[in-house]
């Protein structure tokens, strides 16, 4: 039995594998029946695609000139390649977007925009740089085959670096600057656009020039100091000890740079020295340039000419000429000369009277002017063929792609520990234009501090600064702004915390600087103010629980104050001994403190203590000044203390001046409530300004010009209406008028009066109607007043009286317009009578008739 079961359980397993294996075969027929394709790669753009149908002759033929320039060029490529056989062929005559082969230099179209911010070289590159997308070359070693026109270029928003360099230079000799394209060779970053491993601009600090201390001069007859009594031995030792901690943390700090630097160096590029490039070289001269230097278009970034970065030079062309380097590259552009008048290192392809003099020193200028002037000018006279003038259209940019700039609007470039963010203006509803993030880590994960920049906001905030580490945020302001701010340093927006707000002192009253506050003190400090007031500090206490529970901010809800201390200049006018420098406001001491100047040849000042008491003792005895009250320290033994009915006085002008002080203290804290609400509801709010001469989102220009539209358009309908033939439907009704005989002339005028007269009447009968009408309804609604009048409400009298004043004004105008009419319709029917008459059709038959 046990073997039968045995045999049972191997039978009922076989099944289930058979069932699963049936189960498994019908799941991989189901899965092989599903097919994926993938996708060829796509490329993200084709120049080959574009529409060209809309572009000028001029772009897909070539005038006879053109032609005659690329046989030169053939010619000149043959000899350069016959002397030059190692050497990479020339970037002549590329292909343009059309299909046709241009000359590099008949591409440069020089163009002057009109915008102040495309004046200058680094407002010029900066828009190359954000308003178009790069593309690399298809080959990284050899120049591109084609080179679309700069304008196709700004029509797309896209190129290489071939077709930025060309865009650029075109702007910046526009603008008056030498520059010049350039073919050459530089490193993996620069040709790939690949700024990782560069600091952001916005992250350089400035250099700053550190002033040499100005020598005090040695007076003859000086103090001597006195005798330093310290050992020179144990200065030495500490002088030793702390130069050797110093060095040694130098060395620390070298050798953890050089680690990082060998961690973030880059890769060795197998294409180093081979890679092909295009960028702008800027010779001096020319827009009090004093120093040539090299632009990269990706970037935007200037260069020396001696930068390791650009590894050679193929060669340069303008709208003149094209200049090979026949200079020897090995170390690079730096022993380059960029003499282009010098035939040696600069091989021209064009002789022409403009290319460039060569640099000659004094002496041999002298000789040149000693010779013969009359060959040369003979030699002169000899000229070479003539660039032909671009072929490109002028190179026109609006406004709106001037303010765009950035490809749709946004534009991403990764810096080292840094990302770059930037948008065109308006494109953001809170007006955020750029931004940058710092980070910790090269990975950028960890974030370390957020810089954001703002244009046109109504609140005036031009920039914020968050850092994450500290959580601390500070927003700057232009002026302008309703409260004077200018910054606004803060971790949470919850008054009585911790801030620090500046303000433009000369658009305040008080002259207020800036304002530091926390919960247990504030200090404020002003400038320019008339009674030479500069600081300010008041400490505050606890609060009761009675005063925390009340909501309104009012004097009696107020920080208790603790002490106030301020701080003064010097005034020129009173003397020193009576001039307060310092005064500090003791509220729970009920004590005074003065601090006055110090006087000249004095080391100490002369200092007022008074101690406040009640005005009534226990008794309810009036309590008299006493001498005790007042602690003095006068500078010098001769002055002789002042009576005490004076220092009664003072302390209490002290006593008002302490009270008036604890009001502007309430106020400040008022002012602190009042700036943190503004700033949350501008936060909200996000309102960003218009220019009024910005049409397009000025909403109130722009329904202003829509309704001086509307009524020119309106103007031209009312002239078109008043150019239409009034006798049209008369002669409509006699049929033919090409002969008309008199009698269908004096019909046709009878027709038109009787009718003109008909119109007339019939405006007269509608003008009756309607002022019969409004009497009988006036009539009706006094009748009804005559029956209810007991029985009517203050409310109904007044609606009624209403209606009674509008009904009468209607019937008075009804019944001007009326009289009126009477008045103008005899004269309007001789008008249209004597024009019948002069009428050239008419005329002919009417002129015995009148």
Known sequence: MEVLREHGEEEEEEKKVFVISNELQDLEEKLSKIQVHIPNVVPEFDWSTIDTSQLPASYKTNSAKEQMLLQLADNFHRQYAHLCPDRQPLFLHPLNECGVEKFVSTTVRPTLQPYPELYNWDGCAQFVSDYLTMEPLSSPITPPSYLPSPTTILKYQRGNCFGFGVLLCSLLIGAGYDAYCVNGYATREICMMDETREVCPLLEKSKQVLKEPMKEKIKKYAVKPPRDLHSKFELQQVAKKEADTEAAQKKKKKEEEERVMEAEKPKPDPLYGLRVHAWVLVLSGKREVPESFFIDPFTAHSYSTTDDHFLGIESIWNQQNYWVNMQDCWNGCKDLTFDLGDPVRWEFMLLGTDKPL???????????ADEDLDDFDKEEEEKGFDMPSSWVDLIQVSRKEFETRCPQGKKVIQYKNAKLEKWAPYLNSNGLVKRLTSYEDPECIRVLEVKEWFENREDMMNMRQLNKK??????????????????????????????????????????????????????????????????????????????????????????????????????????????????????????????????????????????????????????????????????????????????YEMMLKLTEAEKQLRHQVWESETEVLEILKIREEEAAASKLTVSMYDTERNEKSKQQRETMERLMQEERQRQVEQDLDYLAPFLIQMGSTEKMSKWQALRLKEDCLNDFKHRLIDKANLIQARFEKETQELQKKQQWYQQNQLSMTLEDEDAYLTYCSDAMFCIRILEIRLNRHKEMAPQKYIELEEKLCKDPRLAEYLKFNV
Not at 491 to 506: G, L, N, V
Request: proline share 3%; with cysteine; glycine share 4%.
């Open 358 to 368: 060569l640099l000659l020193p004094e002496e041999e200028e002298e000789e040149l």
């Open 470 to 647: 500290t959580e601390v945020t500070t927003e700057y302001f232009s002026p302008g702004h309703i409260q004077g701010l200018k910054a606004h340093t803060y971790k949470t927006m919850e008054p009585e915390t911790e801030r620090t707000m500046e303000f433009y002192s000369e658009t305040r009253v008080d002259g207020l600087q800036k304002r530091v506050e926390n919960a247990k003190e504030m200090t404020e400090y002003f400038e320019g103010r008339s009674d030479f007031l500069h600081y300010r500090h008041t400490m505050f206490g606890k609060r009761t629980k009675r005063a925390q529970k009340l909501l309104v901010n009012t004097e009696l809800n107020a920080r208790p104050i603790v002490q106030i201390k301020e701080q003064f200049h010097r005034n020129p006018e009173k003397p020193a001994d009576e001039d307060v420098a310092e005064r500090i406001f003791m509220i729970l001491e009920e004590r005074i403190m003065l601090t006055y100047h110090c006087k000249d040849d004095y080391i100490t000042a002369s200092k007022k203590e008074f101690i406040k008491r009640k005005d009534v003792d226990n008794k309810g005895n009036k309590i008299i000044m006493t001498s005790d009250m007042c602690i003095s320290y006068r500078v010098g033994s001769f002055v002789k203390n002042k009576k005490l009915l004076h220092l």
